[in-house]
């Protein structure tokens, strides 16, 4: 039972910077099975979007297209935390963000192969 727990949200300026912090419980390795880490957030009116995912075993790294260059992804295993960095943050990403676990799927940026979520954390930018 995987368990999830975003920090870190808050106000930021526009063209700010903020992290975010995940405590995962635990970093899924199962053979035949490519698990990981993923970022998504929703923002008012729209669909919840997939930001960037990390697989568990060898940290390869998937950014959606739209938002590559601007978040970052790592991990720090020692502290059973995934971090989202994010730079030059506009009102457009104000939204909740949630961190998440699954297996890893050709379409994660739309919630595919995601089993568990944390309850997200609001990240507001003030215009």
């Known amino acids: 039972q995987v368990q999830l727990a975003e920090s870190g949200g808050g106000l930021v300026q526009p063209g700010g910077s903020l992290t975010l912090s995940c405590a995962v419980s635990e970093f899924i390795l199962e053979d035949g099975a490519t698990y990981g880490v993923g970022w998504f957030r929703q923002a008012l009116g729209k669909e919840r979007e997939g930001i960037s995912w990390?697989?568990?075993?060898?940290?390869?790294?998937e950014y959606a297209d739209s938002l590559a260059g601007r978040f970052t992804i790592t991990r720090d295993s020692g502290k059973n935390t995934v971090y989202l960095q994010m730079n030059s943050l506009n009102a457009e990403d104000t939204a909740v963000y949630y961190c998440t676990v699954g297996v890893y799927s050709a379409y994660w940026t739309r919630d595919y192969g995601i089993s568990y979520w944390g309850k997200g954390a609001l990240v507001t930018v003030s215009s």
């Open positions: 990390m697989n568990n075993g060898d940290g390869k790294t």
